[in-house]
């Protein structure tokens, strides 16, 4: 069976009990004031939120410790993490990367010795997923965010014309895996490395490297270890235009994919929205009778889910409501294809 997972930050909320009430007591966390946890909605127009004021570096394992706790007090247990220590530099090959690759090491380690399995990462420097709409309506006139890529063009550049390259990129990658593959492996840690959302190959002049299923044959190639792994976040794969997915589960298998993200899609790479799992282009029972096949037994969300009625959309693609259907909708074609757990 599947770990199913919900994807939160350490700070208790209300939601948290509601997602306990539908059977998700997997956590996988963000670190309180990673990259992540400043990003993700700043880069679609929202205010990331503080740093962490305690005192402790946020990926230090004293931190970790601290926010595995908060959870455990309300019964809820952290199996991976989905942020990382800022690492702007690795990407683009800069002076300082070094230092950033170490936070990333002591990160990693931390991870280790604490039993945290799985590190979600990604490639897409100065920013995060990007879209350009956070409140297209669609049925019963739930919200969702999209992507236009004629809109994109009024977006500020990231950086100049030609300033950073594919292939600087590539290196810089090589770079980054053969520091932190080693520490990983002895650690016991799976990287699982995001697609670029959109899987688009340059936005606001600046290339989305993990943009295809061939770039991740190819990162996979790059330094072969199952701790070199891929977050198969469905919806931007199904955006490549590759594949079908069942197919790319299948070919990835277990030593491939270290943590999945459950969602679908509606569109192209260059205009798309996100969709309610049940009204997505991509055969979704089929994808978890993939996951089956080759015997997937680790962390997999919900991810950008609907805003439902009632709900500000202050946290777009992360309210509650669509959250609590998704899990429903997860649990329901995991048990169809994995078969009903045992009572205890």
Known sequence: ????????????????????????????ATLNGGEQDQRMFASVGKNGFGLDESGLVPWSEAALKRDMNIFADHGMKVIGLEDTAPMDKVRLGLPGRDEQIENIITQIKAMGNLGLPTLCYNWMALTSWA?????????????????????????????????????????????????????????????????????????????????????????????PSPSNAITFCQGNFALMGDEDLPTLIREFGVDGIAFVHFRDVIGTATDFRETFHDEGKTDLPECMRAYAEIGFAGPMRPDHVPTMHGETNARPGYETLGRLFAIGYIRGVEQAAFGRPAVT
């Open 131 to 223: 879209r350009t709409d956070t409140d297209v309506v669609i049925r019963g006139g739930a919200l969702v965010t999209g992507f236009r890529l004629s809109d994109s063009k009024d977006m500020p550049p990231l950086v100049e014309p030609g300033e950073v390259t594919d292939e600087q990129m590539w290196d810089a990658l090589q770079y980054f895996l053969d520091a932190v593959v080693p520490v990983a492996e002895e650690a016991g840690v799976r990287l699982g490395m995001h697609p670029n959302d959109p899987p688009y190959p340059i936005i606001r002049n600046l290339p989305r490297l993990m943009r295809s299923a061939e770039a991740f044959r190819r990162l996979r190639a790059m330094r």
């Open 1 to 28: 069976m599947i770990q199913l997972s919900e994807f939160l930050a350490p700070r208790p909320e209300p939601m948290w009990t509601l997602i306990k009430q539908a059977g998700v007591n997997n956590v996988i």
